[in-house]
C-alpha cells in the first residue's frame, strides 16, 4: 500500500530536549515536504526536498532542521524545541515534476511541548 | 506570493442541504487548486483537483467544484449533505511553475452537519 508514515503519532515533551519526528515513503518519490498546522493558520510548509541531498527553507523554517540522506525518509529536527512550537505536524510526498498531482500526506504528528 | 482564501472558518448545514464552501485564490496564472478534506485525528484526503481542461471537476463522495478563472476562484459544492461529511475542509493551491511544489493552503473551513 502505497504511503507516508510518521512517527511518533503523539509526543509530550519539555522544552530545550532535542526531538527528531521521523518521515518515510514507499512510493519512490522525489519532493518531500513539512508542514504544520495551527489553528486558524491552515498548513504552513517548513522544509521542502526536491530530491537526496536537496533541501530548502519553508514559510516557518525558524527553530527546525531536516536531512535527506535516503530518498524515502525525510526527517524533522527540533533541535531546542520551545513551546511555540507546539503543533500538529505533517509530512507529504510526490513524484518530482508532478505539481499536478495531489500530494501523498501522512496521518500527523502532534506535538506539545511544555 | 500566493495566497488563498477560505470565505467562513465554520460553516453549518441540516442534513440532506447543499454544501457551499468557498476558496479563491490570488496568482494572476491560474494555478493547480485542490481541495482537501481532514476528518478528526487523521491527515489530509483529496477531495478533487482542478489543473487544466474542464472547468467542473467532479471528486469522492459526491462532491464537485468549479474553477472560475474571472472570479479567481474554486468553491467546492456538495448538492446534499449527509452527516459523514463533517470534518475540516482546505482549499489548497500549487503554482504552475517554479522550483517547490509548496502547497498554499487556506485557513481551513470546519465543516458542521446538523440532523
Known amino acids: 500500500e502505497a504511503q507516508v508514515t510518521q512517527n511518533p503519532r503523539y509526543l509530550i515533551t519539555v522544552t530545550g530536549k532535542k526531538l527528531t519526528v521521523t518521515c518515510s515513503q514507499n512510493?519512490?518519490?522525489?519532493?518531500m515536504s513539512w508542514y504544520r498546522q495551527d489553528p486558524g493558520l491552515g498548513l504552513r510548509q517548513i522544509y521542502y526536498?526536491?530530491?537526496?541531498?536537496?533541501?530548502d527553507k519553508g514559510d516557518v523554517p525558524e527553530g527546525y532542521k531536516v536531512s535527506r540522506k535516503e530518498k524515502r525518509n525525510f526527517p524533522l529536527i527540533l533541535e531546542s524545541p520551545s513551546p511555540n512550537q507546539t503543533s500538529l505536524y505533517f509530512c507529504?510526498?510526490?513524484?518530482?515534476?508532478?505539481?499536478?498531482?495531489?500530494?501523498?500526506f501522512g496521518d500527523g504528528t502532534r506535538l506539545s511541548i511544555l | 506570493a500566493q495566497s488563498v482564501t477560505q470565505l467562513g472558518s465554520h460553516v453549518s448545514v441540516s442534513e440532506g442541504a447543499l454544501v457551499l464552501l468557498r476558496c479563491n485564490y490570488s496568482s494572476s496564472v491560474p494555478p493547480y487548486l485542490f481541495w482537501y478534506v481532514q476528518y478528526p485525528n487523521q491527515g489530509l484526503q483529496l477531495l478533487l483537483k482542478?489543473?487544466?481542461?474542464?472547468?467542473l471537476v467532479k471528486g469522492i463522495n459526491g462532491f464537485e467544484a468549479e474553477f472560475k478563472k474571472s472570479e479567481t476562484s474554486f468553491h467546492l459544492t456538495k448538492p446534499s449533505a449527509h452527516m459523514s461529511d463533517a470534518a475540516e475542509y482546505f482549499c489548497?493551491?500549487?503554482?504552475?511553475?517554479?522550483?517547490?511544489?509548496?502547497?498554499?493552503f487556506g485557513k481551513g473551513t470546519l465543516l458542521t452537519v446538523n440532523p
Open positions: 489548497a493551491a500549487i503554482n504552475s511553475g517554479g522550483s517547490n511544489y509548496k502547497l498554499t
Open positions: 526536498s526536491m530530491n537526496v541531498e536537496v533541501t
Open positions: 512510493m519512490n518519490h522525489e519532493y
Open positions: 507529504a510526498s510526490s513524484f518530482e515534476g508532478a505539481r499536478n498531482q495531489p500530494q501523498h
Open positions: 482542478y489543473t487544466t481542461g474542464a472547468t
